[in-house]
DNA sequence: GCTTGACCTTGCCACCATGGCAAGGTTCAT
DNA sequence: ATGAACCTTGCCATGGTGGCAAGGTCAAGC
């Protein structure tokens, strides 16, 4: 759906009042950054905005809508990767949930592991720290560890 | 602690005899890779090697125990930067236990913020994935919820 | 002594998602 | 017409790692 290039010099004020966006609104709208959006086009996550005859980005409601999704997305902490899946499947009518689910559930697998992973450093390093004085005194089960000395 | 520089042409086998390893040699001895060495050493984190005359790097047995301590630094997911000073209170045998414990009660603090979002994403995305029927028909709340529907 | 293959050297680019800065152009209200 | 606020592109940086390329060195076998 491409928008006609708007042309006029008034073309910004008159887009306002027509429900177009500057970068700049369309990024306080969505939660994100025009950084973040301009890398999101490069990317082709998103079509190349149309531009004013000044070659400004002008966003549309909709595209604020898709931009709102992305940001969503990245709440959840899906790869950028993953978000282009989730848009292709959002934009076509004739997705299968199951889709949807399978690639939720891989990246739920996904969270899990690195939780997992994190807890795990989180359990070693907490019962070092437990057995550590803290003091003015050197000696420290911490340091002993990452040296490789056996324990105790 | 700089080692003279080795000059004959049969360096390496002499090395080798008195506890002298290649990088490669030093990267299996550590659980390293070789291109992690060489960073390490680029960041300052270890002292530039001692090199041969073919300027292959050299490394002693107590220099494997360092990248061992880095290694299991990095297992414990510390940063290049916390390694740094973890590195220099173990060098130090005037430190206080107490500065490394508040290193490490630092650290595993942020080690618990990372595992609370990770889980809290985990959990709004699970809550969403279990509504979703996962068959052929296209209605998904995991899509609904990107695009800021309405739950329901 | 020469060849060979394994290893080493440096240097650059890539990842991933983002931020920062610079130099310049546009918009729009005053 | 001016000026503030915004936009443009482009490059570099982050952190920690991997990959590749072009070249040099090592050690062993002949």
Redo the contacts between chains.
């Keep these: 759906m491409v928008m006609p290039a708007v042309k006029s010099r008034a073309e910004f004020a008159e887009a306002k009042e027509r429900g177009f966006y500057s970068i700049g609104r369309a990024a306080e709208l969505s939660g994100l950054t025009p950084k973040m959006i301009r890398h999101y086009e490069s990317l082709e996550l998103i079509p190349k905005a149309t531009r004013t005859a000044g070659d400004y980005r002008v966003y549309t409601s909709a595209d604020i809508?898709t931009l709102?999704?992305i940001q969503?997305?990245r709440?959840?902490?899906f790869s950028m990767d993953e978000i282009g899946t989730?848009l292709s499947?959002?934009r076509?009518?004739?997705?299968?949930?199951?889709q949807?689910?399978?690639l939720?559930?891989k990246?739920?697998a996904d969270?899990?592991s690195?939780?997992a992973e994190?807890?795990s450093?989180?359990a070693?390093?907490?019962d070092?720290?437990e057995h550590?004085?803290?003091?003015?005194?050197?000696?420290?089960p911490?340091?002993a560890?990452?040296?490789?000395l056996p324990p105790q």
């Design positions: 809508h709102r999704f969503r997305a709440s959840f902490g989730l499947l959002w076509n009518q004739r997705r299968a949930s199951e949807v689910k399978r939720a559930q990246h739920i969270l899990d690195k939780i994190l807890q450093m989180r070693a390093l907490a070092l720290a550590c004085h803290g003091d003015a005194r050197p000696d420290c911490i340091l560890d990452l040296a490789g």
